[in-house]
């Protein structure tokens, strides 16, 4: 899994458990504990299932598993949008750009996140900073796909 994940899950004195759920619940965080599925396939779904546990711990209060409440399903997004800030931050999809990743399935496998959890990242952005943002010497375009340009 994730070593800065762990890092952050073992400084925050939070515990991990693995446990079948029912339904298609695939993690959940209480009381400073994250529980992930145990039925989870690969590596880079319980990645993600991570992040966005550690996300809850960071974004929301109380019970929001009923998403048909308003505020339930602001802090449900809040949390989610942690976890694509934590694994797919700008700089690594420029250092991916750097050293030739240019499919989103290489991409995926390079942040070691599920494609899906990719696309809703890049979608996170698209709303966060619109078209396009710019680090450092680099526009980042998110639309009409990811592509990035190094400023000469």
């Known amino acids: ?56 711990h960071y974004t929301s209060l109380g019970n929001i598993l009923s998403t048909n409440n ?7 997004k809040r949390a989610k949008n942690w976890g694509y800030e934590k694994l797919v931050t700008l700089s690594s999809l420029i250092s991916a750009f750097e050293k030739g990743i240019r499919s989103k399935n290489d991409l995926s496998d390079y942040l070691n996140v599920t494609e899906e959890f990719l696309e809703y990242a890049l979608a996170h952005y698209r709303e966060k900073y619109g078209i396009f943002c710019e680090v450092d010497n680099y526009i980042v375009y998110f639309e009409p796909t990811l592509i990035i340009l190094k400023r000469i």
């Open 1 to 56: 899994m994730n070593e800065s994940l762990l890092k952050e899950i073992e400084e925050q004195n939070l515990e991990i458990i693995e446990m079948n759920f029912k339904g298609n619940l695939k993690g959940l965080y209480c009381d400073n504990t994250i529980a992930i599925d145990s039925r989870l396939d690969t590596e880079s779904e319980k990645n993600c299932i991570l992040a966005e546990e550690l996300g809850h």
């Open 70 to 76: 308003i505020e339930n399903a602001k802090q449900e």
